[in-house]
């Protein structure tokens, strides 16, 4: 396994990922991975939830989309990414997010579901780069005097058109209308597919369209003053330390959701973390089971919300029994709400899933009497 030392001044990043990278599972990974190598992405706001909706306003639903507790010691490796498709809405919501504390803000140009594309915002942006430019343009201005920047995260073409001219013309239009006075340079994350807009769920546009990480690299080369961090078909460390060979960046996903512990592989064997600083499963665990029963307490957010987040932590032997376990204990723990409309529990999440690796231990032949081996549930990091 090649380890590139280069690699340890660059920057890796969990990409954002719908009903995935709530924060509740950033939380999770910012436990797996407390060394503040890789950038944590959110889940797509729309920019209208603060122009329109005043989300800063309700701290409740505010906490089911923002990372609040990652921004108190965190915040220079959170990314919120926005939804936009007017200059006003996205200044505003810039405006809003720095305010919190939010350090860098992510334009989605690359989502091609159809919801989005009626909203007139994602992968069909690229199709009107003066348009985009102008919302990048906003939200620069909105970040002005704070410590928030701002990037942009496309494909490398849309429907039949993937040639470099039309990328070329999107990255010059973005890069061209950066201000001198931003304080920041222009950045742009290279989802390695093109986008079809139709024809393809956006499942199917996250693997069907072929790679091609060669158009990313070339347009690196082409565009030196700009960051360019690759995204797109990265599932392991190998790839990482190649992709850093010739991009200031990676990003990786559905890896992460599948494997979250990835990340400690990567901070072993790519930023040199010895083994031993490696947090234990078991560790993990209890201060994510203490930070849900936090969260709860604060804002009733729902247990099965918590253990969603927990679904590919347990893995190998008894996982799905401890899955299985979970589940039933939940939906037997759950007891009416009260009279303001709160939702009640039987026992705190962290017992629950104290209880739920117990059976699952129990079932596979351990004595009543002994604790359960909770790291035999967790991936390590060699």
């Not at 429907?159 to 201000?179: H, N, T, V, Y």
Request: proline share 6%; charged share 20%; with cysteine.
């Amino acid at each position: 396994m090649a380890v590139a030392a280069a690699a340890r001044q660059l920057r890796t990043s969990v990409a954002p990922m719908i009903d995935v990278t709530d924060p509740y599972f950033l939380r999770l990974l910012r436990l797996i991975s407390p060394f503040g190598h890789h950038e944590l992405w959110t889940e797509m706001v729309h920019a209208n939830a603060f122009s329109r909706g005043r989300l800063v306003e309700d701290p409740t639903r505010l906490a089911q989309h923002i990372p609040l507790r990652e921004l108190r010691d965190f915040a220079p490796h959170v990314v919120v990414q926005i939804g936009a498709s007017a200059p006003g809405d996205a200044h505003a919501a810039v405006r809003e997010l720095a305010k919190l504390g939010v350090r860098h803000v992510n334009l989605n140009c690359g989502c091609p579901s159809r919801n989005v594309q009626m909203g007139s915002f994602g992968a069909v942006l690229m199709k009107s780069p003066d348009l985009a430019a102008a919302i990048v343009d906003a939200m620069r201005d909105a970040a002005r005097g704070s410590a928030c920047s701002v990037s942009v995260k496309c494909r490398i073409g849309i429907d039949a058109d993937e040639s470099p001219e039309f990328l070329r013309r999107f990255i010059s239009a973005i890069a061209g209308r950066q201000r001198p006075d931003a304080g920041h340079p222009a950045r742009i994350v290279l989802h390695a597919r093109r986008a079809w807009l139709s024809g393809l769920s956006p499942k199917k546009n996250r693997t069907v369209p072929a790679l091609n990480h060669e158009r990313a690299y070339e347009m690196a080369r082409e565009f030196p003053h700009v960051s360019f961090v690759v995204n797109g078909g990265v599932d392991s460390v190998d790839d990482v330390v190649g992709h850093l060979a010739h991009a200031d960046g990676v990003m990786i996903g559905r890896k992460i959701r599948e494997d979250p512990w990835f990340l400690a592989q990567l901070d072993h064997h790519v930023y040199g973390v010895p083994q031993a600083q490696i947090p234990s499963a078991a560790d993990v665990l209890a201060q994510y089971t203490q930070f849900a029963d936090e969260m709860h307490s604060l804002h009733g957010t729902r247990y099965t919300v918590f253990a969603r987040a927990l679904h590919a932590f347990f893995v190998g032997p008894g996982a799905k029994a401890v899955r299985g376990h979970l589940g039933a204990a939940i939906s037997a723990a759950t007891a009416s709400r009260g009279a303001d409309g709160a939702r009640t529990y039987a026992a705190p999440f962290s017992v629950l899933v104290q209880d739920a690796v117990r059976s699952a231990e129990q079932s596979r032949g351990s004595q009543p009497d002994q604790p359960a081996e909770l790291p035999s549930f967790g991936r390590a990091a060699g």
